[in-house]
């Protein structure tokens, strides 16, 4: 049984083709995680429109635990997210699902965008939705605070930024790695195929077994999507910092900084 | 849809590239060792940092295709800072890529057929060939399938894997278009009557470049037949690596080779050492020329215009020429300092595709970007596509396109912001519509931010270098003017004619600009005044560089930190200037 959960657990990402067979059989919950008018417009067959802003307006497990109770999602319930802007947003709100204590959830490989240009059926009609109980095991092993930090990584942790590269060029916690959330994606796909990451990761001498905690600018978005990077290799001990650089910048903690060179201006935005 | 013809890339280079990063950050190689490795795949460090790399990517002879275009755009996004840089010697590079990644960007470019060999390092780099050969009014034969051929022949070749420094080799199509003579090996396309037969060759100069200390290169011989070229080629490299000096870094080009032993004898030995290698080849070795003459597709053009877009007739004077080819034009892209967005590749990548007959593009000479085999009536809609992006800037062919080399923004040397400022200059200039005086179009304005030469100022007619200065104990950045500098069959570099404090910069060219205008002769453009006046004709009021000089003088007086602040600031910082450099790896 704990075998059979944990393989679910290893479906980071479903294609589309599993998507819909699952919708057709009605064994699993979608949620949308774009804005109300833009899922208005148009979404995948059944999904739940769940905007981030929902969520961040109030992230207490209480409360997420409330919200997937409303949706019909109980402990057992397969869930799979999907956003349109490259699995960041989806990545927060799986994160969120999984640290309240839910198992079975997935992030769709391709964006709304890509589903719609893929020519693949989507709906106007908004979906029935049946309450149902779900319980709170938190799972803190999958969380990073602030205090958590910097004694982790003077025991070996490795930490690792996902936002743009200047901007990890201008600030970021000392000693941390960047990877821009760039470079999690392939062109069609929100995340790259696993022995691309792999190398990625093998690249900087980063093993499999290593700790490592991601975080990003403000919400724990784009480092969402670093977090599941690494699980969809299969590395086991990965924490989100989930209040991320915001946080930690207004606390007054050290930040580091690559001085004397202008390179902000190599761009031509 | 064209694709590329000649594959550049080797993908174990990348395998290996990743490997030995990794011994290095085991500390299982040296850093000296390593450094030269990286060099020799194309990897340059950045300021003050050797934990990311500047990644230049050889196009040779500047011709690029869409798909790698685009694949370019991609890595950028991926890798790099989401833009990227085409340089002076048509390269496009990836600034700010972390060193573990370095091999993931090599893998992506041998998908596309690019690689970043030799793009660096004590090495032949990329072969350098007129943005416009083939489609020059002024050309006698198209040099583009030499320029193939010699990099075909040199690329990973074991004869210039370590040459005592860096090699440059530029093809050029006709007097007035190129730079022969500031290269190592420059070549310009000659045609004389042999038994009443036409031979095509080359008119060679050997010796020249820019850098701290500056040579115009000399005339090889009257003529060398395309026979000839591979092995003079050879001869050069030969002798360059047995001769040059491998000991002191500063003095270690080509130039001061022939420098130091006066052009006769290094002639002479050139010419002796060609006579040698023409005789004991023991194959027969030839350039791999391309014969098979191109196929033009049929352009349709499916892109929507209003119109009347505005702006079409500025960009068409300062941006458009014909070819030698009725019915088409070539179109110039002007970029700020080179830089170029992942979008904007794409679109430019698309737009080639859409409107030249030859479905490709080519880097230019000026941190540029041009499209050939456009029809001419094409050209409002190309111009509306531009706009639609950011791309449609009037003023590529005019003094308005400023060249800037990197400056602070990532290489070691710099000492100064010659990135932004160059920027800033062209801005200036068009808002100011300067880009529309004929006067100023066949004059330069380029920029550097140390004295090497990357941003080419000694040939610009306005040229600027990098440095510090100081008023008591507070320092400023600025820039030491040169006027006068040329590249074409008049070569001369500029002469140094004063300081010109950074926030100054541009007050001092509009001001050169009103002096030009007040003592023009009718005809005359600001190039060919300033000329006069280093000839010695100048007129009543401004006679000599010293004239101008002292008419500038109360433009760049220094301020003291207190009555401006503003004024000790280098663009794009903060805080007051400090003169900060990092270990040099050499240049661009």
Request: with cysteine; net charge neutral.
């Amino acid at each position: 049984m704990c075998c059979l959960s944990k393989e679910k657990t290893m479906r980071v990402t479903i294609d589309a083709d599993a998507l819909r067979s699952d919708i057709r059989d009605k064994s699993v919950k979608v949620l949308d995680i774009r804005k109300e008018e833009d899922y208005k417009q148009g979404h995948i067959p059944g999904a739940i429109n769940f905007p981030l802003s929902n969520l961040l307006a109030d992230d207490s497990p209480d409360k997420v635990v409330q919200y997937a109770q409303s949706f019909g999602i109980d402990d057992e319930t397969p869930v799979v997210v999907y956003d349109d802007t490259f699995g960041a947003l989806a990545s927060r709100v799986a994160w969120t699902l999984q640290y309240i204590g839910h198992e079975d959830i997935s992030l769709l490989d391709i964006t709304f965008g890509t589903w719609k240009k893929l020519g693949l059926e989507t709906s106007v009609e908004p979906p029935s939705l049946g309450k149902k109980t779900h319980s709170l095991k938190l799972q803190p092993e999958i969380l990073a605070t602030a205090e958590y930090l910097m004694p982790a990584k003077e025991k070996g942790a490795v930490l690792v930024d996902n936002r743009e590269r200047l901007n990890f060029l201008e600030h970021h916690i000392p000693g941390a790695i960047n990877i821009p959330y760039r470079m999690l994606a392939s062109n069609q796909n929100v995340l790259r195929p696993k022995e691309e990451l792999k190398r990625l990761i093998q690249n900087r001498n980063i093993s499999p077994g290593s700790e490592v905690i991601t975080y990003c600018g403000s919400v724990g978005t784009l480092s969402g999507l670093g977090y599941y990077a690494l699980k969809s290799i299969g590395m086991e001990n990965v924490k989100l910092y989930v209040r991320s650089f915001k946080e930690w910048n207004s606390l007054e903690k050290p930040i580091e900084k690559q001085n004397d060179a202008n390179y902000w201006d190599l761009s031509a935005e | 849809m064209p694709k590329p013809k000649i594959n550049w890339a080797k993908v174990e280079e990348s395998e290996k590239f990743a490997e030995m990063v990794k011994l290095f950050r085991q500390g299982k190689i040296n850093r000296d060792d390593f450094r030269r490795f990286r060099l020799q795949h194309g990897a340059y460090g950045s300021r003050m940092t050797d934990d990311y790399s500047m990644i230049r990517i050889k196009i040779p002879a500047g011709e690029v295709y869409p798909e790698q275009i685009e694949k370019i755009a991609e890595l950028s996004e991926s890798f790099s800072i989401g833009n990227a840089h085409v340089s002076t010697r048509q390269n496009f590079q990836l600034h700010w890529v972390a060193l573990e990644d370095v091999s993931e960007v090599m893998r992506g470019l041998t998908e596309v057929g690019l690689t970043s060999r030799e793009a660096c390092g004590n090495t032949v780099r990329n072969v350098m060939c007129s943005p416009i050969a083939g489609v020059c009014p002024d050309e006698i034969f198209d040099p583009t399938p030499y320029a193939m051929a010699a990099t075909r022949f040199l690329l990973r070749n074991p004869m210039n894997q370590s040459l005592p420094r860096k090699f440059k080799i530029n093809f050029t199509c006709c007097e007035k278009h190129g730079m022969a003579r500031i290269a190592d090996i420059g070549l310009i396309p000659h045609k004389v009557e042999v038994n009443g037969k036409s031979q095509n060759g080359f008119k060679i100069f050997l010796g020249g470049g820019l850098g701290a200390q500056s040579f115009v290169g000399h005339h090889l011989e009257e003529f060398t037949s395309d026979e000839d070229l591979l092995y003079t080629i050879i001869s050069v490299i030969r002798v360059y690596d047995r001769m040059g000096n491998r000991e002191n870094m500063a003095r270690n080009r080509m130039r001061y080779l022939v420098n130091e032993l006066g052009w006769e004898k290094f002639q002479n030995i050139v010419l002796k050492e060609r006579a040698v290698v023409r005789a004991t080849q023991s194959v027969v070795i030839k350039l791999e020329l391309d014969k098979t003459s191109e196929v033009l597709r049929k352009v349709s053009i499916s892109s929507e215009m209003p119109s009347h877009p505005t702006g079409f007739p500025r960009w068409l004077k300062t941006n458009a020429v014909k070819q030698k080819q009725p019915g088409f034009s070539i179109a110039f892209l002007t970029l700020e300092s080179g830089d170029v967005t992942a979008n904007q590749l794409r679109i430019i990548a698309d737009i080639a595709r859409e409107f030249s007959a030859e479905g490709r593009i080519r880097n230019g000479f000026a941190q540029d970007i041009v499209f050939r085999w456009v029809r001419d009536e094409d050209l409002p809609k190309l111009y509306a596509r531009l706009l639609e992006a950011g791309l449609a800037n009037p003023g590529a062919l005019t003094m308005a396109s400023v060249i800037g080399c990197s400056g602070t923004t990532s290489c070691n040397l710099a000492l100064t912001n010659s990135h932004r400022l160059a920027k800033e200059v062209q801005r200036k200039f068009l808002e100011l519509k300067l880009d529309e005086d004929d006067d100023l179009r066949d004059s330069t304005i380029k920029i550097s931010g140390c004295p090497n030469s990357c941003g080419q100022h000694e040939i610009a007619t306005i040229g600027f270098y990098g440095g510090g200065g100081r008023l008591g104990k507070d320092m400023y950045p600025l820039y030491t003017m040169s006027l006068g500098g040329r590249a074409d069959e008049k070569a001369m570099l500029g002469l140094i004619c004063m300081k010109v404090p950074t926030k100054r910069v541009i007050p001092t060219i509009i001001k050169i600009v009103e002096i030009f205008k007040s003592e023009k002769r009718p005809g005359e453009t600001l190039d060919s005044w300033v000329h006069r006046i280093i000839d010695g004709n100048g007129g009543p009021n401004v006679k000599s560089l010293n004239d101008i000089k002292e008419l500038l003088k109360p433009v760049v007086v220094a301020p003291t930190i207190d009555q401006d602040k503003d004024f000790y600031v280098d663009y794009g910082n903060d805080g007051s200037y400090h003169a900060k450099t990092g270990r040099g790896e050499c240049a661009a």
